[in-house]
């Protein structure tokens, strides 16, 4: 018996050792996998460009796998080393793009020379390094780069080792964790998973250009979503599909291949009466050619119709997605034969550069909920629908048509990024019509009003008249509202005057140096100006009182949204020469307020740098003129008012000045005309300066009255 209990124990242990050695066993293979696998499968054999077990044997050999890391949580300004970027050609600021070398890259990897597959290139790839290398961002030093893109092609996801990829990533000289660096991904990287757009093994801090973004993998702010180029498109002349309103379909529905069924029945069953009557078209692959490029299959008529062709029949197209993103080959078949697409929101996609771009401007977003309202909805939209189509085609022909155009609108976002000042507009990416870049009418908007106590701040724009300049702070540290002064320094290639030279004021000064002399930098939002009000002043206005100064103040406390000046000028329309002229105040009639004089609010600072057409202002710093005039275009065309002239004073020159400069030549009153008219251009049919016929000033001003006036010393007429 206890030879019986002992034999059953010892096969109890034997039996419990043999489960625990194939345990450990079975452990064991798990984790080799997992190491050589990278924890998700790869692409199928192949796909690869070398054999799986070669590509196994050169990777197993690496032992730190930290650069596999996916950075998943970074934001622009966590990961992205913007003190890298200094400025570029001719001064101006820009990111500095450096592309490695493929075969200098690859002479310092001699082991992965034996791969001739590595040597291949996708023309659109060679594309985009040609079109970097060509563009005003390239830099061939590395050196004197923020930027930096990969020699491998990675636009493909299918196509490529991920491992092998990851490892070339990581043995570039520069890379750092992937800060800084650029790829382009447009396909998806993986069959097994295909709404994956990142890496398999994934690339830490780069900044993804990637083709099939979703919410889920896309990282606001950081990766930019890219079209998928299709090159088959390049045959077709998109300028010839304009006419809208002769095309016979509403509709038509391109179904991709892997969609829901339950998402295409759906919509098959809300549009069945338009199914049948012919003004919707459904269309999907043929069941005997699924890899066929130039035709669809009607679902419901059961015949094959020309692909793309058929779109240019139709006012409205709409996408069925397999929901992975992989739908923007047919959304820029869409755009390019003019079509207004109709896009589904239940796919959360990432649109093509929607960081930019407003899709909402000539696109239909509906849920898949509302399609029993869909007819409705394309109805209430007929009236808009031309302007719709023009601007369908205006951002295919200028995002969408070609790779350069992907690659130079991916580097402009991206330099926005780096550079706000210098920013694009709203108004610059989305405007359709290139002789109207302004000419949307901004709603009136109501800016908190201030206290007095607060005071406001002088920024005066100086160059390298000094004696006026002083003369200037000293008149204007007078008025009692004065909190401090901001001189903007203009010169770029001499000093400010050391502080020991300036006079003595009771006012605290700071003065900013510029990079560059442009009229522009008055308008800068300087974090120096802490008041709401700002009195702008040139450096040669030194003969106002401290009375005039005050009341002009609280005058525009009165009236923090309008532009409250001294020096005003008109705008009057000739009949004969069909032009606007520019002319003196003479008349007592006043559209303009010099900014010379004027106080305003220091919002309008942030509106001119960042809101107004970059290349308004460009005109303006290249010609050296008439920033003034477009100040009151762009005030009066937000708040709907003409500016307020203060006091009597008409003349602004002090009695002892000589006669040069600007204001001084007749000329310049002929520019001018040309600055108006060239600005009511970019208007449009909105012309918004507006005329007033009254100025204000001190009560009891020329009324001689015993009682103390307020504002005794308000100058001259």
């Known amino acids: 018996m206890d030879y019986l209990l002992k034999r059953n124990i010892s096969c109890t242990r034997s039996t419990k050792l043999i489960i625990i050695f194939l345990s450990s066993f079975l452990f064991l293979i798990f984790i080799w996998h997992w190491m050589g696998s990278g924890f998700i499968s790869r692409p199928d054999n192949d796909d690869l460009p070398i054999s799986r077990s070669d590509s196994i044997y050169e990777l197993d050999s690496i032992k730190d796998l930290s650069f596999l890391k996916w950075k998943s949580e970074c934001l622009f300004f966590t990961c992205f080393e913007i003190n890298s970027c200094r400025y570029g050609k001719e001064n101006e600021e820009m990111i500095r793009v450096y592309v490695y070398p493929f075969s200098e890259t690859l002479a310092s990897m001699p082991h992965l020379q034996t791969y001739p597959s590595l040597l291949d290139h996708s023309d659109e790839y060679i594309q985009i390094l040609e079109t970097i290398r ?83 993998n896309y990282r606001p702010g950081y990766d930019i979503s890219i079209p998928v180029f299709n090159p088959l498109t390049i045959k077709y002349d998109y300028h010839q599909y304009h006419n809208i309103k002769s095309r016979q379909l509403l509709l038509v529905i391109l179904v991709q291949s892997g969609a829901d069924p339950h998402t295409v029945n759906h919509i098959r069953i809300s549009l069945h009466q338009e199914l049948i009557k012919g003004g919707v078209v459904m269309l999907g692959s043929c069941d005997l050619c699924s890899h066929c490029i130039n035709e669809r299959c009607d679902f419901h008529a059961n015949k094959k119709l020309p692909y793309p062709d058929i779109l240019q029949d139709s006012k409205y197209c709409m996408i069925v997605s397999d929901g992975t993103g992989r739908g923007t080959p047919d959304l820029m078949d869409v755009l390019m034969m003019g079509c207004v697409p109709v896009i589904i929101r239940n796919y959360e996609l990432v649109l093509p550069f929607s960081e930019v771009i407003d899709w909402q401007r000539f696109a239909v977003f509906v849920w898949l909920e509302q399609l029993f309202q869909l007819m409705p909805i394309l109805g209430s939209s007929r009236n808009g629908l031309i302007l719709k189509q023009k601007q369908v085609l205006h951002v295919y022909s200028r995002y969408f048509r070609s790779i350069p155009a992907i690659t130079m609108t991916t580097l402009d976002i991206l330099n926005d990024r780096v550079f706000p000042i210098n920013a694009q507009s709203y108004e610059d990416w989305n405007g359709h019509d290139d002789n109207q870049i302004w000419n949307v009418k901004h709603s009136h908007i109501k800016l908190p009003s201030t206290k007095k ?45 050391p502080l020991s030279d300036w006079p003595f004021v009771n006012k605290p000064i700071k003065i900013i140096r510029t990079k560059n002399n442009k009229l522009s930098n008055r308008f800068y939002p300087y974090s120096d100006i802490t008041t709401a009000g700002i009195l702008s002043l040139d450096d040669d206005i030194n003969m106002m009182s401290s009375d005039e100064i005050e009341f002009g103040f609280q005058t525009w406390l009165e009236y923090p949204d309008r532009l409250v000046g001294y020096p005003g000028r008109v705008h009057r329309y000739n009949h004969k020469s069909a032009n606007w002229v520019y002319d003196s105040e003479w008349t007592n009639n ?115 009255s015993k009682r103390e006036k307020a504002f005794p010393k308000v100058g001259e007429l």
């Open 453 to 497: 106590e607060e005071g406001f701040t002088a920024v005066i724009l100086a160059y390298d008249r000094i004696d006026k300049l002083f003369q200037t702070v000293q008149s204007v540290a007078q008025a009692p509202s004065l909190a401090k002064f901001v001189i903007v320094w203009n010169h770029a290639y001499k000093s400010p005057p």
């Open 590 to 704: 006043v559209s303009i307020v010099l900014t010379g004089a004027a106080f305003y609010h220091k919002y309008y600072h942030y509106h001119y740098t960042y809101l107004m057409p970059k290349a308004i202002r460009t005109w303006v710093d290249v010609h050296f003129n008439c920033e003034d005039i477009m100040f009151n275009f762009m005030i009066s065309n937000i708040t709907g008012l003409p500016p307020l002239k203060v006091t009597p004073r008409k003349r602004f020159k002090c009695k002892n000045c000589n006669t040069e400069g600007l204001v001084g030549d007749s000329a310049h009153y002929i520019k001018r005309t040309e600055c108006i008219n060239l600005f009511a251009k970019q208007f449009g049919d909105t012309f918004p300066l507006k005329s007033i016929k009254y100025r204000l000033d001190p009560v009891l001003y020329k009324v001689e």
């Open 134 to 216: 060509s563009s005003r961002y390239y830099e061939p030093l590395p050196e004197e780069a923020c930027v930096f893109v990969p020699p491998f092609d990675t636009l493909n996801g299918r196509l490529i080792n991920n491992r092998l990829t990851s490892y070339l990533l990581n043995n570039l000289k520069l890379w750092n964790n992937g800060s800084n660096h650029l790829i382009f991904s447009m396909l998806p990287w993986q069959k097994s998973h295909p709404n994956t757009t990142v890496p398999v093994y994934n690339y830490g801090k780069v900044l993804l250009m990637g083709g099939a973004f979703t919410v889920s």
